[in-house]
């Protein structure tokens, strides 16, 4: 009975993955903050990397990082958050199942950290080390908005995957 309810909470995180990820690409349909987009995919991915086993993590961290990949523009490298992603969700499951307690203050502060690190990567090897013109800018008028952006909704999708995950261990008991 636990492998039935692991695979439906699997499933059920991909399909939220998935909705996320497309709402995110729609064009128009969250609209920007001070021209900048949140990327929900991030928090998405710490969130259940929280409430699940570090490998599980690592897998959901992948995923997410693919359709990243996938879908952001700019000339993005494909793999770049593929692999950031992967090591840095199996840390936070790691550090989630062994040292921290999956509560929001967790997620919240796991969700900085690598909503800071990506963005902060993104914008040293897109902007700093290709020799952008203006790199202070871009940190300032793009990447410091979207941070936030992005952290903005880690409550809601906290306490949705919360509910989601406490409710499917228990209900077959």
């Not at 992948?62 to 992603?85: N, P």
């Not at 499951?93 to 967790?106: D, F, K, Q, S």
């Not at 690598?114 to 080390?129: C, M, N």
């Amino acid at each position: 009975m636990t492998d039935k309810k692991k695979l439906l909470r699997y499933f059920a995180y991909t399909i939220e993955i998935i909705v996320i990820y497309l709402l995110n690409e729609t064009p128009g349909l969250i609209p920007p903050f001070f021209g900048a987009r949140p990327v929900l995919l991030l928090p998405v991915a710490v969130s259940i990397a929280v409430f699940e086993s570090e490998t599980a993590a690592m897998g959901f961290g992948l995923f997410c990082g693919v359709l990243l990949d996938f879908g952001m523009s700019g000339g993005a490298a494909l793999g770049f958050h593929t692999l950031l992603l992967s090591v840095l969700c199996f840390c936070a499951g790691l550090m989630a199942v062994h040292l921290l307690r999956a509560n929001l203050l967790t997620d919240l502060l796991l969700s900085t950290a690598v909503v800071g690190l990506i963005l902060l990567l993104q914008w040293l090897f897109y902007y700093v080390f290709s020799g952008y013109e203006y790199p202070g800018f871009a940190l300032v008028s793009h990447f410091l908005p979207r941070f936030v952006y992005t952290l903005l909704p880690v409550p809601l999708i906290y306490a949705f995957n919360r509910a989601f995950a406490l409710n499917i261990r228990e209900s077959a008991g």
